[in-house]
């Protein structure tokens, strides 16, 4: 898998230096580009030529639909060819390739490669996080008013009611903690969370190939990884929050409370 991901970096890096030229898919803020398929192509063929039996959810849906798939016991890959699809487009460089696998519906392995800024996380449960082959830790913070947050400012959300939740919480956050902060990359979120760049993370909006590496970076990294609304994590919920530590997070769900977002599952068929 690493060796695989290393190929597609090096597609991407050279592809950014190109023009970028996109499509649009559910919505015109709903971007992709022919390397966001070519990239999904190579991980997907390459993995398959291993593991012919696995299962595999795409962000670009080579393998099938890409929603609309549970999440069984069997092994499965979940890839995102490149998470901040819009940033990589505007040559803003948080932006990476996301792969994670999962076996009996729990996290095993993931890799998070930005070849932009040369930033390359890896874990595997049970064996710690990794950026660049050293060591990974979380920052440890447990007070909200000592915090720099992560939040995506997500498009899907821009319908009047669901905007008024969405501005409201960053409202409250950026009362209470340090700062709040955005990359445009869920994953890319979930890896600052992990190097202890930033103390938490929470979105309404992300599909399951945008967390299915990076839950894992951060809780092998010491941090913890739930529902925004204290719940456990569902990786198909649509819905995650990511912190350095419980009391974090449980600040963050608190001060949350009751303006939650709740988007169509990704295992539900789309409409
Ligand atoms: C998106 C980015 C964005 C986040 C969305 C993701 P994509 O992924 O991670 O920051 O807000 O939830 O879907 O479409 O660029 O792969």
Redesign the pocket.
């Known amino acids: 898998m690493c060796r695989l991901v290393d190929k597609a970096a090096k597609h991407m890096n050279a592809a950014t230096k190109k023009m970028r030229v996109f499509e649009t898919k559910d919505n015109y803020l709903d971007l992709v580009t022919e390397t966001d398929r070519e990239i999904e192509r190579l991980l997907i063929e390459g993995l398959k030529a291993h593991f012919p039996n696995y299962i595999y959810i795409g962000?670009e849906g080579t393998s099938g639909t890409s929603s609309g798939r549970k999440l069984t016991d069997q092994p499965t890959w979940i890839i995102?060819p490149?998470?901040?699809?819009?940033n990589f487009i505007h040559g803003f460089p948080y932006t990476c390739i996301s792969v994670g696998f999962w076996l009996n519906k729990k996290p095993e392995l993931a890799i998070c490669h930005n070849p932009l800024l040369e930033m390359k996380f890896t874990a595997r449960r049970n064996c710690g996080a990794y950026l660049n082959e050293s060591p990974i830790r979380v920052s440890g913070q447990t007070k909200l008013e000592r915090a720099l947050i992560m939040n995506?400012l997500?498009s899907a959300n821009f319908e009047p009611k669901l905007m008024a939740i969405q501005m409201g919480n960053a409202q409250k956050m950026l009362q209470k903690a340090h700062t709040l902060q955005t990359t445009?990359?869920?994953?890319m979120d979930l890896c600052l969370v992990a190097m202890g760049a930033a103390d938490g993370y929470y979105?309404f909006?992300?599909?399951s190939w945008?967390t299915a590496a990076g839950v894992l970076l951060v809780r092998e990294a010491g941090g913890v990884v739930m529902d925004p609304a204290g719940g456990e994590f569902d990786l198909m919920g649509r819905r995650v929050l990511a912190a350095a530590t419980p009391q974090l997070g449980c600040q963050m769900v608190e001060l949350l409370g009751d303006m939650q977002i709740y988007h169509p599952r990704d295992d539900e068929p789309s409409k």
Request: charged share 35%.
């Open positions: 962000e995102d490149i998470d901040g699809t819009t995506e997500n445009g990359s869920a994953a979105e909006y992300p599909h945008d």
